[in-house]
């Protein structure tokens, strides 16, 4: 095995990771997160965003979903406020920092984020135990998130390929949805 690079020492523990060519990015904190980058090659962490609107949800069900996700220069997440129902976010920040950019607001438990030919997908969980959970999309150049499917019970993972959107849902195995929805 070789040594491991250290990327710096973190006062709160870390809840994500992403990377690209250059950097890792970590989101640390449950509430009122911090997100860092550090160079892959070693050296220091670089904080690119805090702020109290930054609430990264960490589980659903025992299993980490993904909530980071890099795409186009940018770092994309999911604000989730636990019980706030319509308080949830879309944001991004660009890569090498800047401000925090809002791109969905009103979003009823946000998680799972998925790009597919420039659009990004996402769910809304909803209520834990009723059926208003949504399937969303945000077209590429798009100033407004559009609802592909209400009406989900519990919807918790989702995928995207060239046909179809795949989506895990409480009283089903899995759902899959015509790409052509909308």
């Known amino acids: 095995g070789s040594e491991p690079t250290s990327f710096g020492t973190l006062l ?15 989101a640390t904190g449950l509430n009122h997160c911090t997100i860092y980058r550090a160079p892959k090659s070693g050296g220091e962490l670089e904080e690119l965003a805090s ?7 960490l ?6 979903i993904p909530e980071m996700e890099i795409h186009d220069g940018k770092l994309y ?4 406020y636990h019980n706030g129902h319509g308080l949830g976010t879309i944001a991004a920040i660009p890569l090498d920092g800047g401000p925090i ?3 969905a607001v009103r979003q009823n438990s946000p998680q799972d984020l998925v790009f597919h030919d420039g659009d990004m997908f996402w769910i809304n ?13 945000l077209e ?3 100033t407004e998130a559009e609802i592909l499917v209400s009406g989900l019970r519990r919807p918790e993972y989702l995928q995207v390929d060239d046909d179809y959107i795949y989506v895990t849902a409480y009283d089903a ?3 899959g949805f015509d790409f052509d929805i909308g």
């Open 59 to 64: 589980t659903r069900d025992g299993n980490t």
């Open 12 to 26: 709160e523990d870390a809840y994500y990771v992403q990377v690209d060519d250059d950097y890792v990015y970590v």
């Open 125 to 137: 969980g909803g209520d834990t135990w009723k059926s208003n959970g949504e399937l969303m999309r």
């Open 101 to 103: 950019e809002e791109l």
């Open 77 to 80: 997440w999911a604000n989730q």
């Open 173 to 175: 195995e899995m759902d």
């Open 51 to 57: 702020s109290e609107s930054i609430h990264l949800a």
């Open 140 to 142: 590429s150049g798009a």
